[in-house]
């Protein structure tokens, strides 16, 4: 058996199927055939080569007439590799021979023939090792791709699959949770990357930042994957199995003890009322919000609607998601503008090549929004119009100056205007907040309080902008720390910035659906949580058995304790309070 760790997301455990989907980097099978399929083996060997001699022929045909000699000789030479008896017939003799898998007959000589290349001394004819790599890798992808096409298996249904990739955007996130996904493992990823935020409201165990993970695994290993921990194991007894089938059904009895706090208000012991609502990424989750009892939607992250195709939504298909959501639900709707940028491209990046060195730090959120009026206007118009059918709210994402935020309330203004000229009805008193997530704003949280009607601390970023650490990058996400003294620090102006201007704030990042960190964000005043629903009830659990009058005094201190370690034991100490006192569910 082999255990693995990465950073685990979802806190649920999930068995199921491999499915590897980052074939490049997948191990060159190694088998026997039988004699009776010898024959067939070697013509599946042949077609894969000149199924890879086309292809090098259709490439050198594209090749423009301008472009340096170089480059058709390069293919030149590539062809002709492919008639090279070494790599053309001896891995036939081989499976005849040995009656070895054509990937594995093609793998052996080609080995032969890269440490003939490495032992030359002439420079030159050394350096053609990396020609032989590349054909033979070109046939190898042929060879393996006819087996089972990677592409093809995003497109069937996935239930009962494990996917293992390199990795996934936000946008295969959405398409995989389409096709009934059971879990994810990527290589890359931290755990607030959105593709780990959409896993967790879509439910999906996964586990990311396991590296090298498509190395480990192949299509088919019945793998345990366990979002809590972070661990993947392959090759399980049946002791394991069993232990895993039985967290899974624990699983469901807590989920099932938990649902008893569905109707339950979410009041500390000391009588203080706590709103709790759901973030959500695409329409289809307001279901879930009836289950888990949330109050309303502090976050809808409407770019997800503008993913996984190639033109964005124009006015009347973005009205109508927004009022079947405003229609499903009760309490205030939160739409947040567009925040594409980033990690969060319409395709995951793929389309447009221009890589950008520092994407966090370019044109996204109202940034972009405001170069591109194009896409801000219609969703305005969109979310105004929708505002007839709820209590919708508008938030504007990423702000981190004040004349950004004037220009975006003279926009709001200005379609205002246009709709009541046009006779178009619309609710003229929406709130207009916004999302304090860059630390500049966080700093002059008054200034923007004096001018919003709430704000919605963005902890996600705030915590990546004020440690400089990229919450995509795996290698750095140790250094991702909601304790650390200036991130509590931040916190604590804007929820008094918000009081002092007598608006509400609430906290829509990961750590307003972390448990450890309620009674904390309870004690520096926050009222107003915002998470994935999944989470809900576990936090009202938390509120109900918290004193927050007594929290109060004891998160001053923790505001002032200069020494990391002994604040970490402070929050522990907050958290363990009570814990025999109060019975967790009714
Ligand atoms: C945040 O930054 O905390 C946030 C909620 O927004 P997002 O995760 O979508 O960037
Ligand atoms: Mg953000």
């Known amino acids: 058996m082999l255990a693995l760790t990465g950073t685990g997301i979802g806190r649920r455990v999930a068995i199921g199927k491999a499915m590897v989907l980052d074939r490049s980097r997948q191990e060159i099978p190694k088998y026997e055939v039988s004699q009776d399929q010898v024959h067939s083996e070697i013509k599946r060997f042949q077609s894969a080569l000149a199924r890879t001699r086309a292809e090098l022929r259709r490439i050198q045909e594209e090749i423009p007439d301008h472009a340096p000699h170089e480059a058709n000789a390069f293919i030149d030479v590539h062809l002709l590799m492919l008639q090279d008896p070494v790599i053309a017939e001896q891995p036939v003799r081989a499976m005849e021979e040995h009656s070895y898998n054509a990937e594995w007959a093609l793998k052996t000589q080609a080995d032969t023939l890269v440490e003939f290349f490495r032992n030359i001394e002439d420079p030159y004819l050394r350096s053609k090792k990396d020609d032989v790599h590349q054909v033979v890798n070109r046939i190898l992808e042929e060879l393996m791709i006819e087996n089972d096409p990677p592409a093809a298996a995003l497109d069937g249904n996935l239930a009962g699959r494990v996917v293992i990739a390199n990795d996934l955007t936000p946008a295969d996130a959405v398409t995989l949770h389409h096709r009934g996904i059971t879990a994810f493992v990527t290589s890359l990823g931290g755990p607030i990357s959105h593709t780990a935020i959409l896993a967790r409201s879509l439910g999906i165990p996964a586990v990311v930042g396991l590296h090298h993970a498509v190395q480990y695994f192949h299509n088919g290993d019945l793998l345990a994957v366990d979002g809590q921990t972070g661990t993947v194991l392959v090759g399980l007894d049946q002791t394991l199995l069993t232990e895993f089938q039985q967290r899974q059904s624990n699983q469901a009895k807590r989920e099932q003890q938990l649902s008893a706090l569905r109707n339950e208000p979410a009041i500390t012991c000391d009588g203080y009322t706590v709103n709790l609502l759901a973030n959500i990424e695409l329409p289809e989750e307001t279901d879930t919000l009836e289950r888990f009892g949330a109050n309303g939607v502090g976050l809808y992250r409407t770019e997800f609607l503008f993913m996984n195709r190639t033109e964005p939504p124009d006015e009347a298909e973005q009205y109508e998601a927004y009022r079947d959501v405003l229609d499903a639900l009760t309490g205030p709707i939160t739409i947040r503008t567009l925040d594409l940028g980033a990690d969060k491209q319409v395709d995951g990046g793929r389309a447009d090549g221009a890589t950008k060195i520092n994407p966090a730090l370019g044109l996204r959120a109202i940034r972009l929004c405001l170069s591109e009026p194009t ?173 927050r009058e007594k929290l109060m005094g004891q998160t001053q201190q923790i505001l002032e304790c200069a020494d990391p370690a002994q604040l970490r034991m402070m929050v522990d100490q907050l958290n363990r309070d009570g814990e025999q006192k109060y019975e967790l569910v009714p």
Not at 514 to 520: E, N, S, V
């Open 375 to 547: 896409l801000f206007r219609p969703q305005l118009r969109a979310i105004l119009r929708a505002s007839m059918n709820g209590r919708a709210r508008i938030m504007i994402p990423m702000l981190s100056s004040l004349s950004e935020l004037e220009q975006a309330l003279e926009i709001v203004r200005e379609v205002k205007h246009d709709l009541a000229r046009e006779g178009i009805e619309f609710d003229s008193k929406v709130p207009v907040g916004g999302m304090i997530e860059v630390p500049a704003a966080a700093i002059a949280a008054d200034l923007f309080a004096n001018r919003l009607d709430f704000l919605s601390i963005g902890t996600n970023d705030l915590i990546q902008y004020t440690l400089a650490i990229d919450r995509i990058d795996d290698e750095v996400n140790y250094l991702y720390d909601p304790l650390h003294p200036s991130i509590l620090r931040l916190i604590n102006n804007v929820i008094c910035a918000g009081r002092e201007a007598g608006i509400p704030v609430s906290l829509c990042g990961e750590m307003a659906g972390d448990p450890d960190y309620t009674r904390l964000l309870l004690g520096l005043g926050l009222v107003e949580f915002s998470m994935e629903p999944t989470r809900l009830l576990e936090i009202k659990e938390r509120v109900r058995t918290s004193e």
